[in-house]
């Protein structure tokens, strides 16, 4: 038998020290907003003559259009971030680069308005939120006949909370490095990704914690960390089993499924990633932290 809690401190140092470098990087860069949150015009061009990216950005700023911003995300194509474009500027940015490349043609052109980014940009704070808010008092619920326990049911929330916490953290701070070194965006796709790896997550934990709950009503004399670290073993297997078929099928779509999801899909590789290490190895490892400072203060 693995002595997982045991090594509990260890296990939340690594946390530590995955999550610090994401979190210094957004709290110096932030993340980068795509058109979804900041409003604005994107538009994916198709240019088979293949100029290199800075011939591509200096015809653009001779349109005189606002800060823009050029990346290539092919042999031949590249995405151009603009302000926000009115018909007339539409027009005229779409004749200007045919005049300039013959063989261009737009693939696709996206364009938000700024109060529009804005309220999404709010809605998404809001719904990660609720759903974080809503998961702690479902846990709590769903606990409640454990009270009676050496842990009460909150901190089975609070722990499933913590845990859930560590993993959007995960996910946010590598995109804030890969964003500000990669120009790689985050838009409404992100935030599906985060909910996904939310509900991912929290069913992994659920998963430990009852087995937690059997072993308290069926091994009375044993500590109350050798329920939690036999729990642990008996489903440690079976949670990664689950995570590694997913992430299989995930790879396969981040390497073949296409430019258009491919932030979305590394977004749940790493967020089910953490999400399988957090359940396993913060979320119930902190109901023997508490059950042990709970132990000192009696």
Known sequence: MYRIVQKRNYLFGLSLLLLVPGIIAF??????LGIDFTGGTLASINLPSAPQADAVRAVVEKMALGETSVQSTGASSYDIRLPYLTSTQHDTFTSQLTAAYPDATVDSFDTIGPTIGRELRQRAVVALSLVLVAILIYVSWAFRKVSRGPVPSWVYG?????ALVHDVLMVIGVFAIIGHFFNVDVNSLFV???????????????VVFDRVRERLRLSAQQTFEGIVNESLNQTMVRSLNTSLTTVIVLFALFFFGGESIRMFVLALIIGIISGTYSSIFVATPLLVVYERFKARRS
């Open 27 to 32: 709290s110096i860069w932030g993340l980068r």
């Open 192 to 206: 599906t990704a985060l909910l996904t790896v939310l509900g991912f997550s929290v069913h992994d934990t659920i």
């Open 158 to 162: 609070l722990s499933a909370l913590i």
